[in-house]
Structure formats: structure tokens, C-alpha cells
T-cell receptor
Framework: ELKVEQNPLFLSMQEGKNYTIYCNYS?????LYWYRQDPGKSLESLFV?????AVKQEGRLMASLDTKARLSTLHITAAVHDLSATYFC????????????FGTGTSLTVIP | DAGVIQSPRHEVTEMGQEVTLRCKPI?????LFWYRQTMMRGLELLIY????????DSGMPEDRFSAKMPNASFSTLKIQPSEPRDSAVYFC???????????FGNGTRLTVT
């Protein structure tokens, strides 16, 4: 079974600071997804990373994928309060199609 | 596009009662997934369908849980009889192509007393 680990689990950061969330997975994969979940809400898709070296950016968030290291990062630049949420990565096993394995989530709080 | 629609949003029931959760996927999406989210276990895949056919139900906890997809626009997840440990948020999600992300509904918060 594919194991997906995120760290940190909890992150409290000040507005304006930069930080990185890490997503490690245990088995070969060629697809990785990042989601955001606000308290009591659904999960919203942020990024789809489909190949080694893929980098996607949206606003203050940038995601990257290193399939050789089995690692994805979600970098936050100059954090603002609106980014406070829980962030999940999800990995799909290579050649299996649709088994999405979710990480434990990183709860981010941005302090003014 | 209305997105994935789930009902009810909240369900409170007593132990032993039957519970039915409903989901309408996004039109044109061939895949439908049922997930359960708890603080202790995170997001767990229960079952998923492709073109209305169940493909993998290995995540269904036990025989008390059953899921159906009678047509491309409707799916149900039934728990009979319900137990307090079934309390969780149940999400339905759908997607179209192999590489596309999951699109989640707003979830059903189930409380079994």
C-alpha cells in the first residue's frame, strides 16, 4: 500500500513569511495532486502534477514534483491570512489509474 | 456547472437505524468515489465506480456498508445498521479523465448517537 506523509502537520506562520510543506510518498507514482480544505468545507483542487520536474504556480502558492525522490513541495510565498486552511497532497500509484492516497494534511494558520 | 451535489448536508440518527447518503456527480464524469473523513483516520476511500460499475470496494468497512450507482447521475451509500463509530463526514467525488483531479461535493456530516 502506498504511504503518503506530510510535514509539518501543523504550521503557524506570520503574514509575509515564506514556508514550505513537504509531501513524501513510499512507492512509484506519476501523478500528484494538492488540495485545500477550509474548516467545515469541501476539498478544492489546487494543483495537478503529472511528471518529474513539474512546477505549477498560482498566486502565492507554488507546487513541484520530484518523482525520483518521491517528494512534492508546496511553497508559500509572503503568506496572507486568507491562506489559512488545511492542505492535502494526494498520490496515485503508477499505472493503477484511480487509487488516490491522501496525506495526513497540513493545518496552516497565518497570523496577522 | 453545479458541481458534485450531496444530500443531506447533515444527518443525525440513532444507533441501529438505516442511513442513506446521496450523490449526483458532475455531468459527463465517468468516475465516482465515496470517501470518509475523520480526525483519527483522515480521508479514506470507501469505494469507487467507473461507468456505474463498482471497481474497488476494498475500503468498505464491513457488510453494514453498501453503495450503488444505478445510473450515471446518481449514487447512494447506505449504512444499515448504523453505529456511533460511523460518525464522520462522507464525501462524494467525481472525475472525468484518468489524469484529472477529483471534484468533491460538500459532504454529509453523519452523527450516530
Amino acid at each position: 500500500e502506498l504511504k503518503v506523509e506530510q510535514n509539518p502537520l501543523f504550521l503557524s506562520m506570520q503574514e509575509g513569511k515564506n514556508y514550505t510543506i513537504y509531501c513524501n510518498y513510499s512507492t512509484t507514482s506519476d501523478r500528484l495532486y494538492w488540495y485545500r480544505q477550509d474548516p467545515g468545507k469541501s476539498l478544492e483542487s489546487l494543483f495537478v502534477l503529472l511528471s518529474n520536474g513539474a512546477v505549477k504556480q498560482e498566486g502565492r502558492l507554488m507546487a513541484s514534483l520530484d518523482t525520483k525522490a518521491r517528494l512534492s513541495t508546496l511553497h508559500i510565498t509572503a503568506a496572507v491570512h486568507d491562506l489559512s486552511a488545511t492542505y492535502f497532497c494526494a498520490v496515485v500509484l503508477k499505472n493503477t489509474g484511480n487509487q488516490f492516497y491522501f496525506g495526513t494534511g497540513t493545518s496552516l494558520t497565518v497570523i496577522p | 456547472d453545479a458541481g458534485v451535489i450531496q444530500s443531506p448536508r447533515h444527518e443525525v440518527t440513532e444507533m441501529g437505524q438505516e442511513v442513506t447518503l446521496r450523490c449526483k456527480p458532475i455531468s459527463g464524469h465517468d468516475y465516482l468515489f465515496w470517501y470518509r473523513q475523520t480526525m483519527m483516520r483522515g480521508l479514506e476511500l470507501l469505494i469507487y465506480f467507473n461507468n456505474n460499475v463498482p471497481i474497488d470496494d476494498s475500503g468498505m468497512p464491513e457488510d453494514r456498508f453498501s453503495a450503488k450507482m444505478p445510473n450515471a447521475s446518481f449514487s447512494t451509500l447506505k449504512i444499515q445498521p448504523s453505529e456511533p463509530r460511523d460518525s464522520a463526514v462522507y464525501f462524494c467525488a467525481s472525475k472525468d479523465s484518468v489524469a484529472s483531479p477529483l471534484h468533491f461535493g460538500n459532504g454529509t456530516r453523519l452523527t450516530v448517537t
